[in-house]
């Protein structure tokens, strides 16, 4: 498949690049905006507009889950921050009884989650998380509360996911329940993580409710054996949407510090044109916007902002603003930038045009 040739700042029109250092000294000094995707909307003529199955998005940007989403007050953060959607940390799913057949990873022994780092990334501008896959700590009532005080914080500006897991023989029943609760509770979507090659496990997800997507840790799903392989095509093809996480190792396997092929994943589990968000090794706009070229709406981010990064020329404290910040308005490498320039290029101004442009450009060469 032919790769999108890369873009550079040279690709913006002078008026853009005045522009866009403009907002960036700017908004460098001030807190990022409600209506920062109106601004660049007006200022640069693009539209950041991204829908993720139910989910209707301001921008592409969600923080995946994590340590960090855990807690209440990161989740308020990240709310204020702009960022729009935050993932929760993953939670036991429970069957009517209150009962979680996943609830010993609660408390799973270890070290927990920790950021580590490649040889030749000497400035440790990059970290790479490996996640233990311990769930969040909380029951039933607690997490479901946890829910409730994170969508009132949110105040409907960032969308808030609740994320599960069950073990295959109690997963339909296990995420039914708990899923109509969360929602109930006031999350805007739900996020289940499958487990590829787990015996009973067919990765359906509750009735048509197109609030749900499935979560794929893209390294396990490369351990199937080939008796397993349709079984994960029919999960796949059978969610509303998935989320493809190129950033986590497979359980026991070496640690990775660069995301995946998400258009050669896409090919190969012949998924081109579905729903997707994409997660794993995104440090810039750059990196965002090679996945929304190769196939996802949104892009989900973690890593950089719960590691040691270099600091940003950025007046916050709250380093999920800092993050941001980065993303969307840097100009050399930032989302806005690669957008105008895409727009320059191939006359597209829309986010949602752009998405899966990579295949469309290849088999229309």
């Not at 498949?1 to 550079?8: F, I, K």
Request: with cysteine; proline share 6%; aromatic share 6%.
């Amino acid at each position: 498949m032919r790769e999108m040739p890369e873009w550079t700042p040279r690709d913006l029109t002078i008026r853009q690049r005045e522009r866009l250092e403009r907002l960036h000294r700017r908004f460098g000094r001030e807190p990022l905006p409600p209506d920062l995707p109106c601004i660049l909307k007006e200022q640069l003529g693009i539209d950041l507009t991204s829908r993720l199955g139910a989910l209707e998005l301001g921008h592409p940007f969600m923080v995946a889950p994590g340590e960090w989403t855990g807690e209440l007050e990161r989740v308020v953060a990240a709310a204020e921050a702009g960022w729009a959607a935050v993932v929760l940390r993953t939670a036991a799913a429970w069957g009517p009884d209150g009962g979680a057949s996943l609830s010993h990873l609660r408390a799973r022994p270890g070290p927990g989650a920790r950021n580590l780092y490649h040889p030749s990334d000497v400035r440790r501008e990059r970290p790479a998380l490996v996640w233990d896959r311990r769930l969040d700590s909380r029951g039933p009532e607690e997490y479901l509360e946890f829910v409730r005080a994170a969508s009132s914080s949110a105040g409907g500006q960032t969308a808030i996911v609740a994320s599960l897991a069950s073990a295959p023989d109690r997963a339909e029943e296990e995420l039914a329940h708990a899923g109509r609760q969360l929602l109930a509770a006031g999350a805007d979507a739900l996020e289940a993580l499958w487990s590829p090659g787990d015996e009973g496990w067919t990765g359906r997800l509750p009735g048509e409710d197109r609030r749900w997507s499935l979560r794929v840790i893209c390294a396990d799903v490369q351990t199937l054996q080939e008796t397993e392989r349709g079984r994960a095509q029919e999960a796949f093809q059978a969610a509303p949407a998935l989320t493809l996480d190129f950033g986590t190792p497979a359980a026991g396997g070496p640690r990775s510090f660069r995301p995946g092929d998400l258009a050669g994943f896409l090919q190969e589990w012949n998924l081109e044109g579905r729903a997707v968000a994409a997660a794993g090794g995104v440090y810039s706009g750059r990196d965002a916007l090679a996945y929304i070229l190769a196939g996802a709406s949104v892009v989900q981010v973690y890593s950089y902002i719960g590691g040691r990064v270099r600091p940003v020329l950025k007046q916050s404290r709250n380093k999920f603003e800092q993050v941001l910040y980065r993303l969307l308005l840097d100009p050399r490498d930032g989302l806005a930038a690669g957008m105008a320039a895409l727009k320059n290029r191939f006359g597209i101004s829309r986010l949602a045009d752009a998405v899966g442009l990579e295949h469309k450009t290849a088999k229309g060469a």
